[in-house]
Nanobody, 125 residues
Framework: QLKFVESGGGLVQPGGSLRLSCAAPGFTLDYYVIGWFRQAPGKEREGVSCISSSSGNTHYADSVKGRFTITRDNAKNTVYLQMNSLKPEDSAVYYC??????????????????WGQGTQVTVSS
């Protein structure tokens, strides 16, 4: 059973940065698309970014383009989400998830099968 461990969340001031990590101990991420999603209280879960392990292709939500960067370190079986210029509206629980790489990139959380437990990001002064 593929399971993820997210880390790197916390409290940061507006304009600050955080780097989230998504690791899958004991598994190689070579055959998956890894996505980052977020869910704020009272809102639906939304796609933030995703990356294909095979092609390296990426996708970003319009709301984070130019501020967030998704990368992967295959040697460490870890995917990162670098978040810069954070805004209060970025506050949410952030989750990483996976779908088979052959299925391609997707921003729809319903199309992801394996999920982590989430990490809280709070942007506030």
């Amino acid at each position: 059973q593929l399971k993820f461990v997210e880390s790197g969340g916390g409290l940061v001031q507006p304009g600050g940065s955080l780097r989230l990590s998504c690791a899958a101990p004991g598994f190689t991420l070579d055959y998956y698309v890894i996505g980052w999603f977020r869910q704020a209280p009272g809102k639906e879960r939304e796609g933030v970014s995703c990356i294909s392990s095979s092609s390296g292709n990426t996708h970003y939500a319009d709301s984070v383009k130019g501020r967030f960067t998704i990368t992967r370190d295959n040697a460490k079986n870890t995917v990162y989400l670098q978040m810069n210029s954070l805004k209060p509206e970025d506050s949410a629980v952030y989750y990483c998830a996976a779908r088979p790489v052959v299925a391609g990139l997707s921003a729809d959380p319903e199309e992801y099968e394996w999920w982590g437990q989430g990490t809280q990001v709070t942007v506030s002064s």
